[in-house]
């Protein structure tokens, strides 16, 4: 009986550890924004490019940006994006935007985040990214950036720490 009861007993607590710890949930979404500079450098190919750049976000601290993309004649372009964190997490984003009509130095272009590395394993969310370009006569093939990012980010990976 005494086995019995011991038996039950230990079913009961390792039902109550599944119930009450259940999956990982995601954080809710909370407000991501991020500044930063870089260098859309020009590959070569038609309307190939690929970024480089540092900044300031929620969430990361400096952080590092790299990413690649391709700029159609219209001023429309599509690409993926990497933010990487000091310790070496990094967030995963794909997106497509396009020049201002009404200034040909600003773009306008929105992000889906889809995941990441360390706390941002996992991550969802979106940002809007709003920058403006400097460009010299001389060198075509880089041209400096500014940009802000503005959003949201949720982030399950979070939760494993």
């Known amino acids: 009986m005494q086995r019995r009861c011991s038996t039950i007993g230990l079913l009961v607590t390792a039902l ?8 990982v949930q995601a954080k809710e ?3 991501f924004k ?9 590959t070569g190919d038609p ?5 480089v750049g540092v900044g300031q976000a929620t969430h990361f601290g400096r952080y590092t940006a790299s990413g690649r993309g391709v700029l159609n ?14 310790n ?4 995963f984003a794909v997106g497509a935007g396009s020049f ?3 200034d040909p130095t600003q773009w306008v272009a929105e992000y889906t985040i889809t995941g990441g590395t360390g706390r941002f394993e996992d991550a969802t969310g ?16 880089h041209v400096p950036f500014t940009s802000v990012l503005d959003g949201e980010i949720s982030s399950p990976g979070a939760n494993k720490r």
Do not use: K, N
Not at 34 to 39: P, T
Not at 88 to 91: A, E, K
């Open 100 to 102: 201002v009509v009404e």
């Open 47 to 51: 309307g190939a490019f690929s970024i």
């Open 29 to 31: 979404a909370v407000p």
């Open 16 to 23: 109550a550890a599944l119930v009450l710890t259940g999956p």
């Open 73 to 86: 004649p219209f001023g429309f372009s599509t690409g993926e994006y990497t933010l990487t964190a000091a």
């Open 34 to 42: 991020a500044h930063g500079i870089g260098v859309i450098t020009f």
């Open 126 to 141: 979106s940002f809007l990214q709003f920058g403006e370009i400097f460009p010299d006569p001389t060198d075509r093939a």
């Open 88 to 91: 070496g997490d990094q967030l």
